[in-house]
């Protein structure tokens, strides 16, 4: 019996057996619902109580301990080596696809085999594989996926992972094979003490995990607080299932860690990729890494038709994501100037895929950055996407550097007009307001897919408009169709893609009046801020209008951008430019949807996370600021909502933090009614 977390055993010691079994029930219970279920009904005080009680119960009747005791899962036995184990059954890796036309080369070749397949779409977890074989429901062996027919044994280790039951719910034979993997937490928290300790950091949560499960010592290993994720069972006929859903339902059944509410059925290539864009939206926020996603056919007679090649399953693939990180070479540091004077130092690099894009630039930020990362010509460094859109040099590898390389030092002259720069705060300025470079960076931003989206515009073009004398302002834009005969005469245009860009520039006049404001390249406006003050003062003669102390007044606005607000409509060169554009024709009104004032949305800041079910996250953001809420991407003290879907990350745990108010997505749903 179970009193304030503790078992009376009573004056008969003949059932202490009996007493060790219900606490091992109570333990490995409580475990299931805590690291399996998320769900626990017991204390950690009553938890706590029942574990002292079986340790000392075991430590006091040794001839009654069991083999799937939870106080084995603590670690404590060393080993000098770690032994061999072949597989009952090839413990082979599926192939890997990069893009949307192999999953549609993958979907051909199946539907060769096989008629209307179903596939599953499950997370491609970043771990390690790993199999676990059970006797009569009870953990006997564990291994690594070695060379797929050799692993090695790593019993001990796992047994002190927690989401690894001792002890199934049904006293079968099986073999399971999963992921061992950590936690985005449990990383952060590895790193931390070994920042404490003078040691060198985990570089990822792979390799942490990897490292760890192959620890000699099992008492460092469950320090590490690893996790595991069934997914796979070699002889699923033995337990009459038919398919690879009810494969991993069974999983689960049996007390294992599964990725259910992540995965899902597509019934044909285009369905895929849209599970597969679903999965990677989310990615950031789960609580562990994944890098792509496993496709595999989801009635095993449909696997058994389809078979193996010598080396990989015909029935499934891995798609991965694109790259994060890559290393290439850094070729020169190249400095450009801004549309406020700001100089930028730039890495050029072999160009290189990174998340998709054929990157060959990459933004160093300003001085104290490049010292501070020691960047040189020459070096060999990793490169990725922040924030999966804007490629930044991550780190340089030292290990690497060729002798004779010279140390970065910062320009003190503008890099076009040849102005002395002045440094503000951590930036370099040149404060030539004439400067060339400072007016093409305005045009580009001008006409860039944020600002007035016009089509047929690049970079270069725009560089060369100005160059040749077409474009001096941003109402120029709206003179180009004067220069057709002239446009003729370039390389690249023919009648088509004048006509083309006429039309795009056409177009942009009916834009909205938020895409007008942040084209105009107002200081401190960007996006966000321009549809809030689009949405609020419907007009641009009304902002025009509005006094620095109604400003202010706006919430999310404050001194800064007010500021900048008044600085700009206060230059009567600017007016000028706005009157001009008003004369081409160009839309100075608010034409978006009408905010319909609700308590519960109205100025609030909102925050989503996990995946949501019922509306998409675009639908959700546009219902929100419909209402007068405003969305923002990360949380903080400033935000008064958090909207969590299925499998919130970790915003979710810092809003909790902060004492944020959470809504769930029915009562998300429920409020917009």
């Given at each position: 019996m179970l009193k304030n977390g503790i078992i009376l055993l009573g004056d008969n010691m003949q059932d202490v057996s009996k007493k060790m079994d219900e606490l091992i029930e109570i333990i490995n219970k409580a475990c299931y619902e805590y690291y399996v279920l998320d769900n626990p009904t017991i204390t950690d005080q009553e938890y706590d109580d029942a574990y002292k009680q079986l340790l000392s119960l075991e430590e006091k009747y040794p001839q009654y301990k069991r083999i799937d005791s939870p106080t084995n899962r603590v670690g404590g036995e060393a080993i000098s080596k770690f032994d061999k184990v072949t597989h009952k059954t090839p413990m082979l890796s599926f192939d890997d696809i990069f893009n949307e036309d192999e999953i549609v080369s993958f979907d051909e070749r199946v539907r060769k085999t096989v008629n209307n397949p179903i596939y599953t779409v499950e997370p491609k977890m970043d771990g390690l594989s790993g199999s676990l074989v059970y006797e009569n429901g009870v953990l006997v062996r564990a291994a690594t996926r070695g060379d797929g027919v050799t692993g090695e044994d790593i019993t001990l280790n796992v047994k002190t992972i927690k989401s690894v039951p001792l002890k199934l719910t049904k006293p079968i034979n099986i073999e399971v094979r999963g992921e061992i993997y950590m936690s985005k937490r449990a990383f952060n928290?590895?790193?931390?003490?070994?920042?404490?300790?003078?040691?060198?950091?985990?570089?990822?949560?792979?390799?942490?995990?990897?490292?760890?499960?192959?620890?000699?010592?099992?008492?460092i290993t469950a320090k590490r607080e690893l996790d595991y994720m069934a997914y796979f069972i070699p002889n699923p006929e033995d337990f009459g299932i038919k398919t690879q859903e009810e494969s991993l339902a069974f999983l689960k059944e049996l007390g294992f860690l599964t990725n259910?509410?992540?995965?899902?059925?597509?019934?044909?290539?285009?369905?895929?990729?849209?599970?597969?864009?679903?999965?990677?939206?989310?990615?950031?926020?789960?609580?562990?890494?994944?890098?792509?996603?496993?496709?595999?056919?989801?009635?095993?007679?449909?696997?058994?038709?389809?078979?193996?090649?010598?080396?990989?399953?015909?029935?499934?693939?891995?798609?991965?994501?694109?790259?994060?990180?890559?290393?290439?070479?850094?070729?020169?540091?190249?400095?450009?100037?801004?549309?406020?004077?700001?100089?930028?130092?730039?890495?050029?690099?072999?160009?290189?895929?990174?998340?998709?894009?054929?990157?060959?630039?990459?933004?160093?930020h300003n001085e104290d950055y490049c010292i501070q990362k020691d960047v040189r010509v020459g070096d060999v460094v990793s490169i990725r996407k922040a924030g999966d859109v804007i490629p930044e040099v991550v780190e340089v590898k030292l290990d690497r550097r060729k002798e004779g390389s010279i140390p970065f030092t910062m320009i003190d002259t503008c890099p076009i007009c040849k102005s002395k720069l002045v440094k503000k705060d951590s930036h370099h300025f040149c404060t030539n307001i004439h400067c060339p470079a400072r007016h093409i960076e305005g045009l580009i931003y001008f006409a860039s897919r944020d600002a007035m989206n016009i089509d047929g515009l690049g970079d270069e073009i725009i560089e060369d408009f100005y160059n040749?004398?077409?474009?001096?302002?941003?109402?120029?834009?709206?003179?180009?169709?004067?220069?057709?005969?002239?446009?003729?005469?370039?390389?690249?245009?023919?009648?088509?893609?004048?006509?083309?860009?006429?039309?795009?520039?056409?177009?942009?006049?009916?834009?909205?009046?938020?895409?007008?404001?942040?084209?105009?390249?107002?200081?401190?406006?960007?996006?966000?801020?321009?549809?809030?003050?689009?949405?609020?003062?419907?007009?641009?003669?009304?902002?025009?209008?509005?006094?620095?102390?109604?400003?202010?007044?706006?919430?999310?606005?404050g001194e800064t951008i007010a500021v900048s607000i008044r600085n700009y409509f206060e230059d009567?060169?600017?007016?000028?430019?706005?009157?001009?554009?008003?004369?081409?024709?160009?839309?100075?009104?608010?034409?978006?949807?009408?905010?319909?004032?609700?308590?519960?949305?109205?100025?609030?800041?909102?925050?989503?996370?996990?995946?949501?079910?019922?509306?998409?996250?675009?639908?959700?953001?546009?219902?929100?600021?419909?209402?007068?809420?405003?969305?923002?991407?990360?949380?903080?003290?400033?935000?008064?909502?958090?909207?969590?879907?299925?499998s919130p990350g970790s915003k979710y745990d810092k809003a909790k933090e902060l004492g944020i108010t959470i809504w769930t997505e029915e009562e998300f749903l429920d409020k917009l009614r």
């Open positions: 928290k590895a790193n931390e003490e070994r920042i404490k300790n003078g040691e060198n950091t985990f570089a990822n949560p792979r390799n942490a995990a990897a490292g760890s499960v192959r620890q000699l010592d099992s008492k259910y509410k992540l995965n899902k059925l597509a019934h044909n290539a285009t369905e895929i990729i849209a599970c597969i864009n679903e999965l990677g939206s989310v990615r950031d926020e789960l609580p562990f890494e994944i890098d792509g996603a496993v496709l595999k056919v989801n009635n095993l007679k449909d696997e058994e038709k389809l078979g193996y090649t010598s080396r990989v399953p015909k029935w499934g693939i891995a798609y991965k994501f694109p790259a994060k990180e890559v290393l290439t070479t850094l070729k020169e540091i190249k400095f450009t100037v801004g549309r406020t004077g700001k100089i930028t130092p730039n890495a050029i690099f072999d160009p290189v895929h990174v998340a998709g894009s054929l990157i060959s630039k990459a933004t160093l040749m004398g077409y474009l001096k302002d941003i109402s120029n834009f709206y003179d180009l169709y004067k220069y057709h005969d002239e446009l003729k005469e370039l390389e690249g245009f023919g009648e088509k893609s004048i006509s083309n860009l006429i039309d795009g520039i056409n177009k942009s006049k009916e834009n909205s009046l938020e895409r007008l404001l942040c084209a105009l390249g107002i200081k401190n406006v960007g996006k966000r801020t321009a549809k809030m003050l689009a949405k609020r003062y419907k007009s641009l003669d009304n902002l025009i209008n509005a006094s620095y102390e109604e400003l202010v007044d706006i919430k999310d606005i009567e060169k600017n007016i000028e430019v706005i009157n001009k554009l008003k004369e081409h024709g160009v839309n100075t009104n608010y034409l978006g949807e009408e905010i319909k004032e609700n308590e519960n949305f109205l100025s609030k800041t909102f925050v989503l996370t996990g995946s949501l079910t019922n509306i998409t996250r675009d639908e959700a953001r546009d219902k929100i600021e419909s209402l007068g809420g405003i969305t923002t991407n990360s949380v903080s003290k400033k935000t008064d909502v958090l909207i969590v879907g299925d």
